[in-house]
């Protein structure tokens, strides 16, 4: 329940605030546009792209789990959903981004398509860097139901 509050609140900070309208210079960003193009192309999630991004031990914590450790870890955790077939972006610019004291908030929207089906998530979080490179992502999400609440604009419809 404490982690939905936090998301709660994130999210109606975020909803408040412009979506950021220069280029993203955060490394999260720029890593996030990478996974995006990255998606598309077979074969391109690999354990040296990924430490291009990431430490070698990095992390990422979804909903207080943490389900990846390592940049091999990541790598094949990726594949495997980009083996699945369909579409999935996060979308950058995010709706909120900042920096501050070797971490990167974030507030943003996952969009996917598969199967027919689209889906739509909210997710906030944030990463922590060490040496210029991401160390750590913990993220909180909220799977968006079109049928009992309204699709955030950046969502896919079809």
């Known amino acids: 329940m404490k982690k939905l509050a936090i998301l709660a609140g994130v999210m109606a900070l975020g909803l408040a605030l412009p979506v950021q309208a220069k280029a993203p210079t955060d490394a999260l960003s720029k890593m996030f546009i990478w996974w995006d193009a990255a998606f598309k192309t077979p074969g391109a999630y690999t354990s040296e792209n990924f430490s291009k991004f990431f430490t070698p031990d990095a992390t990422l914590t979804l909903e207080g789990k943490t389900v990846i450790h390592g940049v091999e870890e990541w790598a094949t955790h990726f594949q495997k959903i980009q083996a699945m077939g369909g579409e999935v972006e996060i979308v950058v610019p995010f709706k ?16 996917s398509r598969r199967n027919g089906a689209v889906g739509c998530s909210l997710a906030a979080g944030h990463a922590v860097m060490k040496g210029g490179k991401i160390a750590s992502i913990t993220l909180v999400r909220h799977n968006i139901d079109a049928a009992k609440e309204p699709l955030d604009p950046q969502c896919w419809t079809q």
């Open 96 to 111: 909120t981004v900042f920096e501050k004291n070797g971490m990167i908030y974030t507030y943003h929207v996952i969009r």
